[in-house]
């Protein structure tokens, strides 16, 4: 069992910055590739960006290539999601997610969720 807990989520001027962090319990969270989904209001939740168990491989969404960075720190089980050059279209409620595939870019290959970070991108 994996519980995952995002932060750092918040109001930022278009154009700025946000780090989002997902902190995971237990002991097996090097051994799961993670993901970053976003949620806008009336809309699927979709998928941004993914990195394997050793962060040698990521994907990303073609919105967010060349802002948005991934990554992983598997000796304090952590993964962030690096943001900037933010517009006001990444506004959603962002979701971290653990997969025991090598990686995943669809959310129905994830098995375990964090209850969400809202981010706001104000024009």
């Known amino acids: 069992q994996v519980q995952l807990v995002e932060s750092g989520g918040g109001l930022v001027q278009a154009g700025g910055s946000l780090r989002l962090s997902c902190a995971a319990s237990?002991?097996?969270?090097?051994?799961?590739?993670m993901g970053w989904f976003r949620q806008a209001p009336g809309k699927e939740r979709r998928f941004v960006a993914a990195?394997?168990?050793?962060?040698?491989?990521?994907y990303y969404t073609d919105s967010v290539k060349g802002r948005f960075t991934i990554s992983r720190d598997n000796a304090k089980n952590t993964v962030y999601l690096q943001m900037v050059s933010l517009k006001p279209e990444d506004t959603a409620v962002y979701y971290c997610?653990?997969?025991?595939?090598?990686?995943?870019?669809?959310?129905?290959?994830?098995?375990?969720w964090g209850q969400g970070t809202q981010v706001t991108v104000s024009s």
């Open positions: 990195i394997n168990w050793s962060g040698s491989r990521t």
């Open positions: 237990g002991r097996t969270f090097s051994s799961y590739a």
């Open positions: 997610g653990g997969t025991r595939s090598p990686i995943a870019t669809s959310k129905y290959d994830y098995d375990y």
